[in-house]
């Protein structure tokens, strides 16, 4: 799927986008209830819609919570909470708000809750600071009107901000929640375990880890297109059970589904498979910051430091193996941190740099100094990603034929995200999608020296000062064509460098029975709202 330009000289105009006309659904009969029951993998992470950057939990916040700013069905811009936006000056963005809006309780949606819910977005705890970095002064110029002020032209700011969430100030108060929930530091309030926003569904029943019911929000203001009068959420983490509980009837619509099981599904008569291409780039993070890693037998330096023992790496992993016998053949091999769809992607950087060559790899560890390899620990997820485990198991045996010695260290995502975000490892596969769908998040989340609310997913500690020079130009370049050749330089010098080890990104596959209507995007986001049921 690919994307719209997001800069280009009439980039205002651009990102001032029109709504789209939404068919009206027709309303149930009086007493006739749709119930819409779904799976995923896990349960989101918190309700607190500040307190995590991934992306399941985002997504699914997202029925609940609006942001300012909303994407389309194809991934494009559209106005949600604010009708329109544009710069009236080169340092300032003006949103005007749409009227009208209520938040789930009643309480009206005004100005004063945007510059509550961005100011409290840039707190300590809120893992969302990254998409508001640039803004510098929040302000109200009436009821209606937000201006978000910067110390340097930002033109992309529209596009950073479609998974930030608006709160109510006044809700937030009343239940001591002012302050976001932090996931890392295993901070709690009210916001963490309930929820009050002004999106399409509203939370009707919780229990945590087990099934949550969400109904429709009777004060929404969109166009009612869902016919779904309540909703199910089930986490089941293992695939075969997903499977089969789509397949025996007990719920509707299950995600993701494993490669093996998309032909029984198919021909199951009762379900079938959507199928698309993710736009999340998986890859492996290494430290090489601390003078010696916390997890090795190497003592008094960090191998990692050395680009030989990068480079090792990079060539002793077969990603065609993993593909074929691991991912289904469904993976697209990546040769750069960007996905194809994610703007300022060029298919010149997507091929791998150097062969799968472990007789070169071990020569490369032997010319470092390693001619027996090392030791180190391994991160992984094992409920996060599409066979996250059984990818880094792949991994770990592929080091282990140049001498490596890798103690895989596999987790659920909440050890694993706490661990790997306070930089606790040494070397740790990770996925990421930018929220913006633009090249200059992979940059300055995953790739930009840590400093503030800056390379908070950069778990390596990597750090080059080219890099970070043309990450700040990328950010404030409006010509696209000046833009994508600086995206090229800086993805050419992390590629030349092997700052990280780009892997592949999956496949989308999502099972649903016959009579559900669900609209698939690229981002593996399912949106309630877009749900029908024949």
Known sequence: MRLPLLVSTALTALLI???????????????????????????????????????????????????????????????????????????????????????????PF???????????????????????ASVTDIKKVDDHTVDLVMAKPNPILPVQITSTYMMSKDWAEKNGATAPASVKAKVENFASTNANGTGAFKIDSRQAGVRTVL??????????????????????????????????????MVYPVPQQDAARIDGSGSAKVLKGAELRTMFLNMDQKRDELTTSDVKGKNPFKDKRVRQAIYQAIDMEAIKDRIMGGTSHVAGTMIAPGINGYDAKLDTRTAPYDPKAAKQLLTDAGYPDGFSFTMDCSNDRYVNDER????????????????????????????????????????GWQPLSYDAHSTLQDTMNTPEGKIGTYNIGNYSNPKIDALTQQIEVEVDPAKRNALIFEAMTLSKDDYSHIPLHQAGIAWGVRKGVNAVLRSDDSLELKWVTLD
């Open 17 to 107: 986008a029109a709504a789209p006309a939404a068919a009206q659904a027709p309303a149930p009969a009086a007493g006739a209830e749709k119930v819409f029951r779904y799976a995923y993998r896990v349960d989101p992470a918190s309700l607190d819609p500040h307190a995590l950057a991934e992306t399941f939990t985002l997504s699914w916040l997202g029925q609940v919570y609006e942001p300012l700013v909303g994407r389309g069905k194809n991934l494009e811009l559209v106005p949600a909470l604010a009708e329109k936006w544009e710069q009236v000056d080169p340092t300032t963005w003006r949103f005007h708000l749409r009227k009208g809006v209520k938040f789930a309780d009643g309480t």
């Open 215 to 252: 109904v429709p929000n009777p004060n929404w203001w969109g166009d009612k297109t869902s016919n779904v009068t309540k909703v199910i959420f089930t986490p089941i983490q293992a695939d075969a059970t997903r499977v089969a509980a789509l397949l025996s009837g007990e719920v509707d």
């Open 110 to 132: 005004t100005a004063d809750d945007v510059v509550f819910s961005l100011q409290r977005v840039k707190k300590d705890g809120s893992d969302m600071a990254y998409t508001v």
């Open 391 to 430: 990818i880094c198991q792949a991994i770990v045996g592929m080091l282990g034929r140049i001498g490596l010695k890798v103690n895989l260290n596999a987790q659920t995502r909440s050890k694993y995200f706490e661990k790997v975000l306070a930089r606790d490892t040494s070397f740790a596969m990770l």
